[in-house]
C-alpha cells in the first residue's frame, strides 16, 4: 500500500554528544526497575541495589523434567533445559549517585562520570516494522524497515475536523520527508538522551 508524504526543508536536530540512556528506579511497591524516560517524582534507586538485583536474576535456569538435582550436573550442564541470561544494558545507567556502565570483569555496574537532569534532550522515535512506499510529488519512495527519529511533528487538518499527525524523519540516504502517523502502522516510542560528564577511564 502506497502512502502520501512529503519533501520537507533541512532540520537541523543536532545532539551529538548525547547519547541514550537509561534510569533505575526503586520503589517499595516495584523493587528495582528501568525506564528510557524521565519519570518526574522518582527517585533513582541506588546502584548498590541494582546490582544487587542483577546479582538476584543474572540468570534464570529451567531444570529438566524431576526435582532430583545433583550439583555436579547443574555444573555441567546436564539438568538445564534453559539459561535465560539477564540483558545487560550498552548504554549508560542513571543511579541515585550518578551515571554506571556495566563492568564485563566484575559483572556488575561501575561508577562512569556525572549526570544532570538540565542536559537530557527527550527524542520521539517510530519503528517502521516493514518496507513502506509512500507517494511523494508522483514519485514513490521507500521508506525501509528500521527505527527512525522524528526531527519535527506536524498536524495536518483536512475538511473540518479530521487530523492526521505528520512526523518528519530522515531516511537511510539522507532525505528528510513527513510521513503520515497511520495508526497501527507505526510504532511510536520516546527514549531520553543525556550529557555525561565521564571519568578519564571511559572519555
Known amino acids: 500500500m502506497n502512502f502520501t508524504g512529503k519533501v520537507c526543508e533541512n532540520i537541523v536536530q543536532n545532539f551529538t554528544k548525547h547519547e541514550e540512556v537509561t534510569y ?27 546490582n544487587n538485583e542483577i ?3 543474572f540468570a534464570m535456569m529451567v531444570f529438566k523434567g ?28 542513571i543511579c541515585k549517585e550518578g ?5 564485563e570483569s566484575d559483572y556488575k555496574y561501575e561508577y562512569a562520570g556525572q549526570f544532570s537532569k538540565e542536559d537530557i534532550k527527550r527524542i520521539k522515535r517510530i519503528v517502521v516494522p516493514e518496507d513502506k512506499a509512500i ?3 508522483n514519485e514513490i519512495i521507500v521508506v525501509y524497515a528500521g527505527t527512525y527519529d522524528v526531527l519535527k511533528e506536524d498536524i495536518l487538518t483536512i ?8 512526523f518528519t524523519i530522515q531516511l537511510n540516504g539522507g532525505r528528510i520527508v513527513a510521513i503520515p502517523n497511520h495508526i497501527g502502522v507505526f510504532n511510536v516510542y520516546e527514549t531520553d538522551t543525556a550529557l555525561i560528564d565521564y571519568i578519564d577511564k571511559y572519555k
Not at 66 to 92: H, V
Not at 159 to 166: Q, Y
Open 24 to 50: 533505575a528506579y526503586e520503589t517499595t511497591d516495584t523493587g528495582v526497575f528501568e525506564s528510557k524516560v524521565l519519570i518526574e517524582g522518582l527517585e533513582f534507586a541506588s546502584v548498590e541495589s541494582l
Open 55 to 57: 546479582e538476584r536474576q
Open 66 to 93: 524431576d526435582d532430583d538435582y545433583d550439583e555436579d550436573e547443574i555444573w555441567a550442564g546436564e539438568k538445564i533445559e534453559k539459561l535465560i541470561i539477564r540483558e545487560k544494558y550498552l548504554d549508560t545507567i
Open 99 to 103: 551515571a554506571f556502565l556495566w563492568d
Open 135 to 137: 507517494l511523494i510529488n
Open 159 to 166: 475538511g473540518t475536523n479530521v487530523k492526521i499527525e505528520l
